[in-house]
T-cell receptor, first 116, second 117 residues
């Protein structure tokens, strides 16, 4: 069963507007972490934001915020005031504590295109 | 954040040859390193997890004799693609994590684009 689901293969947003990228996850581990990474065409993985399973408040990092709904097992990324440089591939990832390796599981990604 | 350096950024090799990719943690000691493979327009697929000084743990379906992983020091892990074939062409990316039993962040290298001709 897929553990991280990103249902939007591609999204468009007008510059300066906000956009929400969806992510749902599945785990039976009570301790886990949720991440969002940005991957521009150059390939590097840029860390954007992190949400721990026990965190009470939604994470925020500048223009990025994570809408964490634990009961629904969703961790959507909200980008406010979109910029042209935000055009990239965005991956949601989960890190489980099982077996102690803390390996990351990635979703299939959402390609975001910001329009001028 | 911590810096993970991957080298080379891109490599072209002939079919049948071997290619080594290095992943270095520059400002921290990486007890665990992860190697991923990414096909065009697809997600990152974990290939293996390596802990310093021990054998790598490979994910199901990954040939360990094909993809040799060595994690000989706390700052360096290498992935060697042996007897490369065109189907091995892909983007390979490593990540490194400090600590063994702590829930610490992992940092990614910039990736290596391998083309086998």
């Amino acid at each position: 069963a897929q553990k991280i689901t990103q249902t939007q293969p591609g999204m468009f947003v007008q510059e300066k507007e906000a956009v929400t990228l969806d992510c749902t996850y599945d785990t039976s581990d009570p301790s886990y972490g949720l991440f969002w990474y940005k991957q521009p065409s150059s390939g590097e993985m840029i860390f954007l934001i992190y949400q721990g399973s026990y965190d009470q408040q939604n994470a925020t990092e500048g223009r990025y915020s994570l809408n964490f709904q634990k009961a629904r097992k969703s961790a959507n990324l909200v980008i406010s005031a979109s910029q042209l440089g935000d055009s990239a591939m965005y991956f949601c990832a989960m890190r489980e504590a099982t077996s102690g390796t803390y390996k990351y599981i990635f979703g299939t990604g959402t390609r975001l295109k910001v329009l001028a | 954040g911590a810096v993970v350096s991957q080298h080379p950024s891109w490599v072209i090799c002939k079919s049948g040859t071997s290619v080594k990719i290095e992943c270095r943690s520059l400002d921290f000691q990486a007890t665990t390193m992860f190697w991923y493979r990414q096909f065009p327009k697809q997600s990152l697929m974990l290939m293996a997890t390596s802990n310093e000084g021990s054998k790598a743990t490979y994910e199901q379906g990954v040939e360990k004799d094909k993809f040799l992983i060595n994690h000989a020091s706390l700052t360096l892990s290498t992935l060697t693609v042996t007897s490369a074939h065109p189907e091995d062409s892909s983007f390979y990316i490593c990540s490194a994590r400090q600590g063994v039993n702590t829930n610490t962040e992992a940092f990614f290298g910039q990736g290596t684009r391998l083309t086998v001709v």
